[in-house]
């Protein structure tokens, strides 16, 4: 069975933090590196961070140095701490895996508001 379950989105002021959790079947998550993706209003999805199987992180310059993705093997959950969060980090969030073509299958997303 595939699934994706994204949680932890919100309303936060800008400057506050987040911790987004996915969930993904075994199927989807391992041995593969997974990512965070962002879906802005009016715009495409877009990748933000990944990690490799074994823990190596690469970060998209609009989120480095304020976001961290981490991920619990042992429970095939990724993870991502969003920090010092701005209004255009709003979006809906999908975590997924990370391969060289686009995944068939995404869960429902988690959403992000950042507003006074």
């Known amino acids: 069975q595939v699934q994706l379950v994204e949680s932890g989105g919100g309303l936060v002021q800008p400057g506050g933090s987040l911790r987004l959790s996915c969930a993904a079947s075994?199927?989807?998550?391992?041995?593969?590196?997974m990512g965070w993706y962002r879906q802005a209003p009016g715009q495409q999805r877009e990748l933000l961070a990944t990690i490799s199987d074994s823990g190596k992180a690469i970060y998209m310059n609009s989120v480095k140095g304020r976001f961290t993705i981490s991920r619990d093997n042992a429970k095939n959950t990724v993870f991502l701490q969003m920090n010092s969060l701005k209004p255009e980090d709003t979006g809906v969030y999908y975590c997924?895996?990370?391969?060289?073509?686009?995944?068939?299958?995404w869960g429902q997303g988690t959403q992000v508001t950042v507003s006074s």
């Open positions: 997924n895996a990370v391969l060289p073509s686009v995944p068939a299958y």
């Open positions: 075994a199927n989807i998550f391992e041995k593969n590196a």
